[in-house]
């Protein structure tokens, strides 16, 4: 109990020191883990959120914490700023800013990837150059916002934003929200071009699109990356995924790495009852996402206030109703991390 409390100390006085230091001060180089991504790492990426006051401004002293929570889970990496982030609520200057806190608080212990899409190429490339300077591992984009977008002109949009900077570049597939889908075609086109092009996040829930893709990227660059969107490890892993992007790493991290561990074994039967809860995990947090991310984690006792509008935080019978069901999955049953 010492050794934990004593961990525990130190990584608050590290936050300490952080919060002397003026975050947006970008005249020191951030630290990055060492050698540029070849690859997307494997295992269970984790996605913070953004914590904000009851007034709705960013709270950045949490943030540091929940980072730092995060880094203390053994993840794959970080992947910063993504929509559970409400990405799409921030301003530039706030998403800027969490960028740079992120690479700081992380300080080289795992991966940061920075979300860079926006609407406009020149917007995501702004981003990607700001990731660049604060010390981003990498960079993800999304297909353009609202903008019906044709393929060529996505093709050029991804190509400016990959070239804008050498930091390795990954693209995230979500027909769903999007309206597009980026065919294996499409993918293998893009590598031909982008030797910094490292991989893919695929939200599409399309397993034969997940197969043909990985078919189609292998056979150009062995090492390229596909990485399932959310708790779908068994699928990712035995499809020849590196793992998922994992939304309930927040609230049930030793869950979600125990159904990694089990899947890059092998044991994908032994890993099917964990499968479920992380399955069930999604069905209760996609609905008004992430409101109910935030009130699980709050349960959790971290709490991280209030989502933007126009999205709503739960009310008190929605979080009863949340408390159960987690409760019947198991998540208050001691095998999870409580607290910061």
């Not at 997307?40 to 959120?49: A, E, Q, S, T, W």
């Not at 294996?184 to 982008?194: A, I």
Request: hydrophobic fraction near 40%; glycine fraction near 8%; aromatic fraction near 8%.
């Amino acid at each position: 109990m010492f050794r934990r409390d004593h961990i525990r100390a130190a990584g608050y006085a590290r936050l300490d020191a952080l919060r002397r230091k003026p975050i947006h001060d970008m005249s020191t180089p951030r630290k990055r883990t060492g050698q540029p991504l070849r690859s997307v790492p494997k295992g269970v990426m984790h996605v913070p959120v953004t914590p904000f006051m009851a007034h709705m401004a960013v709270d950045y002293d949490t943030f540091e914490k929940l980072v730092d929570w995060h880094v203390r889970q053994n993840p794959s990496s970080l992947c910063v700023v993504l929509h559970i982030a409400e990405s799409v609520s921030l301003t530039r200057e706030e998403h800027k800013k969490l960028i740079e806190i992120s690479v700081s608080v992380t300080n080289g212990r795992v991966p940061v990837i920075a979300n860079v899409s926006m609407a406009g190429t020149d917007q995501a490339i702004d981003l990607a150059r700001h990731a660049e300077k604060a010390g981003a591992d990498a960079i993800i984009c999304l297909s353009p916002y609202y903008w019906p977008v044709p393929e060529e002109a996505l093709h050029d949009h991804f190509i400016r934003i990959a070239k804008a900077t050498p930091l390795p570049f990954m693209i995230y597939n979500s027909p769903i929200f999007q309206g597009v889908s980026l065919s294996p075609k499409f993918l293998v086109r893009l590598m031909h071009e982008l030797p910094n092009f490292i991989g893919e996040k695929e939200a599409s829930h399309n397993f034969e699109y997940f197969i043909e893709a990985r078919r189609a990227t292998q056979a150009v660059r062995p090492e390229f990356g596909l990485l399932l969107g959310v708790e779908y490890i068994i699928p990712s892993v035995s499809m020849g995924g590196v793992g998922s992007m994992s939304i309930a790493g927040g609230v049930a991290p030793r869950l979600m790495q125990k159904l990694y561990d089990l899947c890059a074994a092998g044991k994908f039967f032994e890993a099917a009852p964990l499968q479920d809860k992380a399955s069930h995990l999604w069905q209760l947090f996609k609905p008004e996402y992430p409101a109910a991310i935030k009130a699980a984690m709050e349960m959790m006792g971290r709490p991280v206030g209030p989502v933007r509008g126009p999205m709503r935080s739960l009310d008190a019978g929605q979080k009863q109703k949340l408390r159960k069901e987690l409760e019947g999955i198991g998540v208050f049953d001691g095998g999870e991390p409580t607290g910061w």
